[in-house]
């Protein structure tokens, strides 16, 4: 199968701070990939190497059948990018703003104006079409910047943490207009570090950490990795918590980092396959060492765990300058 995207080895480092290392992809066409990660895992370098902003210290690179490298015009004829924040001009209404990004496509006045008029009536915005984008709500800002990015039918559509600051009913219209966008074939690359979006939009996702992809697969595939499901232990006395856990991981046992903020001490989160057999023998061993467990709970792992558990270290750098928020470019 042709890929939309492949990518091989692609390094980029800003002095002695390597950025990206040795980053392969592949996707396909109407496939929505994500690459999720902490700040400045990598996400938004890869997005401005792919997008032909920067230049990659190495590796490869073919977009919609163009290498970024030796023909980088061709790769922005088939491409538009949706950053982190509205690109839009809150003087013009949300036509105008429409209408000025197909002329700025070259496209005829009349095809301009009738694309916007398309755009405006998919992303639910004819209502506001005449109104100056200043009056308008983050949804409604986050539809019109998307829909600017269709005027011109991409083959690949970059979008750099697209629902940044939206409330859930905006973010879940976004979610609705993207998988919309992927069913009539347009090849999605999505980074995000709303974990639910990845979880809800992603056909496959890639796990970025300090440069490095970790991990790669669909969903499920990467909640397996954590155990088919997460065993809770809790305890009643203040001390046993950090007992059990140096007693489960001395025998190879996964024990989880904590996404729940507001979770009691008292509670040891532990990687499983959910069986009668798995649950027994952790409950044995804990009783053998005088740490016996008062209850327990059982859960499927979400993707929470995946990345808590596959980027399980702090932050020591921030990130480079060439990881902020995307802006769009013409």
């Known amino acids: 199968m042709p890929y939309t995207l492949d990518v091989e080895g692609l390094r980029k480092s800003y002095g002695d701070h390597l950025v990206l290392e040795d980053l392969d992809l592949q996707v396909g066409p109407g496939e929505i990939f994500a690459l999720l990660g902490p700040n400045g895992a990598g996400k938004t370098t890869a997005v401005r190497i792919l997008s032909t902003l920067i230049r990659p210290d190495s590796g490869t690179a073919v977009v919609a059948g163009h290498e970024i490298g030796s023909a980088p015009a061709a790769v922005r004829a088939a491409i538009s990018l949706t950053g982190q924040y509205a690109a839009v001009d809150e003087v013009l209404t949300g036509w105008e703003n429409l209408v000025m990004i197909g002329q700025l496509r070259r496209l ?74 992927a069913s009539s074939g347009v090849t999605v690359l999505l980074t995000t570090q709303y974990l639910e979006e990845a979880d809800v939009l992603a056909d496959r996702i890639a796990v970025l950490d300090r440069g490095r992809k970790v991990a790669e697969g669909t969903a499920a595939e990467l909640k397996a990795q954590v155990g088919s499901e997460t065993v809770e232990l809790f305890f009643d006395d203040a001390a046993a918590p950090a007992t059990a856990a140096r007693v489960l991981e001395s025998v190879g046992r996964l024990v989880l980092a904590d996404t729940d903020t507001g979770a009691s001490d008292l509670v040891v989160r532990v990687a499983g396959d959910g069986s009668a057999e798995d649950v027994r023998r952790l409950l044995d061993l804990l009783a053998a060492e005088q740490v016996p467990a008062a209850r327990l709970s059982l859960h499927r792992p979400s993707l929470d765990e995946v990345f808590l558990t596959l980027t399980a270290h702090p932050a020591d750098a921030p990130a480079p300058a060439d990881d902020r928020p995307l802006e769009r470019t013409f």
């Open 108 to 181: 005829a006045t009349r095809r301009a104006r009738h694309r916007a008029t398309e755009l405006l009536d998919q992303f639910d915005l004819v209502d506001a079409a005449d109104r100056r984008v200043s009056t308008y709500s983050g949804g409604m800002r986050r539809r019109l910047d998307l829909a600017m990015s269709l005027v011109v039918r991409p083959t690949v559509l970059f979008l750099d943490e697209p629902t940044t600051g939206l409330d859930p009913r905006s973010r879940r219209d976004m979610w609705s207009a993207v998988g919309t966008l």
